[in-house]
Each structure stands twice: as C-alpha cells, then as structure tokens.
C-alpha cells in the first residue's frame, strides 16, 4: 500500500485514492503458481472495471459475499471458503504470486465459492462494490508500515474504513486482524470512531474459531507474539 503523495486537503475520495492496499513487491513464482494462473484466472477471476458488479452474476447464485482485502498466499481464504461453501467470497490481492498460490489452492479443494480480482481493494470497493452489498469484510494481517513516518500509509484509516462501511449491509460484520501491537491500538480507535460501525466485543475480540489459524501465526503466538482480532458490526 504506497503513498506517494501526502492527502492535504483532498476530498475524501480523492484522500482514498492517495492510500492504496498493498505496497508493490518482487517476488518469486513457481511454475505451479504459473501454471494455475494460466488455466484458472479466467474462470475464477474477475478483471477490474469502473463501473458496479453484479456479484450474483459473478459467483452463479444469490448467496452471502464477503470481500477479502489482501489475501497473500491463499491459506486462509481457502480454509473458510472450504470451511462455508454457502458463503461466497471475493478475494483481492495484487501480488501475482499470491493470486497463483490461491488459485492452486481452488483447484487442489475443488472450491466454487471463491473469486478473484487482481486489483487494488481501494479502487475495487469505490467503482466495483454497490453500498449495502456485502454480509462481511475481511482484512487479516493487513501491511503495519512499522515506521511512524510511514503509518500514514496504512490502510485502516478514517476515509477508507467509512468507504468500507457503506458498502456493508446492515449487521454485516467487518473482521480485522493483526499482530502489530500499536496497529491494532489505532485499528480499535478508528473503527470505534465510525459511526455507522459498533463493536462486537468490549474492546479487542477472542479469536473467532471462524479466522482459522496460519502456520505462521502459530509460530509467532508459540514465540510470545499475539495476535489482535477487532470485529465490528455494521448498524
């Protein structure tokens, strides 16, 4: 999530668009990521458009949706979608190789409940999801930008997290999980301050046996790193 520009006195939109989901990385890719690229991308992915998508259409069948932000190698996703098969989950994720590890993952679990938009979630959920279309968000593990100079760029802020909301149902319930500390703190106050969000829980949330956990999160937790999960609802 880079951002080259500082926000001013920009529009809210226009402060949105200064702020993207991920931050551009090299990075290696199998062949096996390749491969899954090339024969499953244009069944299960959807290409970024300007204009509203039709998620019904998208996925075959009325059913919940939930968006992901930022879905790195796939674990995760692919354990809940596998986990619900009558929920459906639209996944975004900009990194090629993760979109590969995620599509392998479809394959090898034969899930039809996931898609995939290789695209930058900001400009996903400003042109492509219509307000009140999601029954859940989530965003796990989202990149902490450690140095104070840069938590500017995060991506848990006041216009984004409002731009979420509004495309949340009533009750839906936006998940946000991290192991940074200072992260969840900042997480918890700009959350609380939306008002059309409440929180599930008094303060920080017990992992949901929903958000299943990651090889890597259990080796941080065994190593004295925990991990803050934030649920709110929508009002």
Do not use: C
Not at 115 to 142: C, N, Y
Not at 197 to 202: E, G, H, I, R, V
């Amino acid at each position: 999530m880079t951002d080259p520009r500082e926000p001013g006195d920009e529009s809210a939109s226009a402060q949105r668009r200064g702020v993207r989901s991920y931050v551009l990385r090299t990075g290696r890719i199998t062949e096996a990521q390749t491969r899954s690229i090339a024969e499953l991308l244009p069944r299960y992915g959807i290409a970024f458009s300007p204009g509203p998508l039709d998620l019904a259409a998208a996925f075959g069948r009325d059913a919940p949706k939930v968006l992901e932000i930022g879905f790195g190698m796939g674990e995760t996703t692919a354990r809940i979608a596998q986990a619900n098969p009558a929920i459906d989950y639209l996944a975004i994720e900009v990194h090629t190789p993760g979109v590969g590890g995620l599509l392998k993952r479809i394959r090898d679990l034969g899930l039809e409940n996931v898609r995939i938009v290789q695209h930058d979630a900001v400009e996903v959920l400003e042109k492509m999801i219509q307000p009140a279309s999601l029954d859940g968000v989530h965003v796990f593990f989202p990149d902490p930008w450690p140095k104070k100079r840069h938590h500017k760029r995060r991506l848990v802020q006041p216009s984004i997290v409002a731009l979420i909301a509004s495309r949340m149902k009533p009750g839906a319930i936006l998940h946000v999980a991290t192991d940074w500390e200072d992260y969840a703190a900042q997480i918890l106050d700009v959350l609380s301050a939306e008002p059309s969000l409440a929180n599930t829980a008094d303060g920080f949330a017990p992992r949901p046996e929903s958000r299943p956990l990651t090889k890597f999160e259990n080796r941080g937790l065994k190593l004295g790193h925990p991990v803050w999960d934030i649920l709110f609802r929508r009002r």
